[in-house]
């Protein structure tokens, strides 16, 4: 045990699911909840990287994956990955205890207006207002505004937490056995690295069935 010393400071922490900390939320296990036993997967996005790992994570469940837009998981650099965590983690940090009267309110036409300039002609108006149906809700009425809100999780903007190597990304698409269809449009997503788009439906078709 160390000795005491009022010259030190020692902070000592229980981990979530650790000692006396709090345990991890239940995940939302769908498929097991409804017994099924093989699954067709469609994703765009950030949903198409989910059913890629699904896929490849219990290749034996998924009978079909289809994804628009994308093949697998963003990646990124390791020295890319490792000077930006610190960053990543205070932006995580700050969007986590952004007090919600902080959060920006708009009307529900600006709201549009900045969607549609965000996607850069890739989504034209009708479609971004289908969008809005759930991508957006009404200011509480405590917080004494008129207008809307994303109503996204602000923390999936930090998303380079979550990023993985290519070397991962193409180990991962030898392992997803299910049929793939795999949907790209025109103009469709821009990619930092689209070598390794590429190289994922390369290892989709020799792989897959």
């Given at each position: 045990?160390?000795?005491?010393?009022?010259?030190?400071?020692?902070?000592?922490?229980?981990?979530?699911g650790?000692g006396?900390?709090?345990?991890?939320?239940?995940?939302?296990?769908?498929?097991k909840?409804h017994?099924?036993?093989?699954v067709t997967l469609?994703?765009?996005?950030l949903?198409?990287?989910?059913?890629?790992?699904?896929?490849a994570s219990?290749?034996?469940?998924?009978?079909?994956?289809?994804?628009?837009?994308?093949a697998?998981?963003?990646?990124?650099?390791?020295l890319?990955?490792?000077?930006?965590?610190?960053?990543?983690?205070?932006?995580?940090?700050?969007?986590?205890?952004?007090?919600?009267?902080?959060?920006?309110?708009?009307?529900y036409?600006?709201?549009?207006?900045l969607?549609?300039?965000?996607?850069?002609?890739?989504?034209?108006?009708p479609s971004?207002?289908?969008?809005?149906e759930?991508?957006?809700?009404?200011?509480?009425?405590?917080?004494?505004?008129?207008?809307?809100h994303f109503?996204?999780?602000l923390?999936?903007?930090?998303?380079?937490?979550?990023?993985?190597?290519?070397?991962?990304?193409?180990?991962y698409?030898?392992?997803?056995?299910?049929k793939?269809?795999?949907?790209?449009?025109?103009?469709?997503?821009?990619?930092?690295?689209?070598?390794?788009?590429?190289?994922v439906?390369?290892?989709?078709?020799?792989?897959?069935?």
């Amino acid at each position: 045990m160390l000795e005491k010393d009022e010259n030190l400071a020692i902070y000592c922490i229980d981990l979530p699911g650790h000692g006396k900390s709090s345990h991890y939320p239940k995940g939302m296990q769908i498929v097991k909840k409804h017994g099924w036993e093989k699954v067709t997967l469609m994703g765009h996005s950030l949903g198409g990287a989910l059913t890629f790992m699904y896929a490849a994570s219990f290749p034996n469940e998924v009978e079909k994956l289809i994804n628009i837009d994308i093949a697998g998981p963003t990646v990124r650099s390791q020295l890319k990955h490792a000077e930006a965590t610190g960053f990543a983690i205070d932006k995580y940090l700050q969007y986590e205890n952004l007090p919600e009267s902080k959060l920006p309110c708009y009307s529900y036409d600006e709201m549009v207006e900045l969607v549609l300039d965000a996607y850069d002609g890739s989504v034209d108006l009708p479609s971004v207002k289908i969008l809005m149906e759930r991508g957006m809700s009404s200011a509480p009425e405590y917080l004494h505004k008129n207008g809307f809100h994303f109503s996204r999780d602000l923390r999936l903007k930090v998303s380079l937490l979550g990023m993985f190597t290519e070397e991962q990304v193409l180990i991962y698409a030898e392992r997803i056995k299910c049929k793939v269809l795999n949907i790209r449009a025109e103009p469709g997503m821009k990619f930092e690295r689209y070598d390794v788009y590429e190289q994922v439906i390369e290892k989709l078709r020799n792989n897959a069935e």
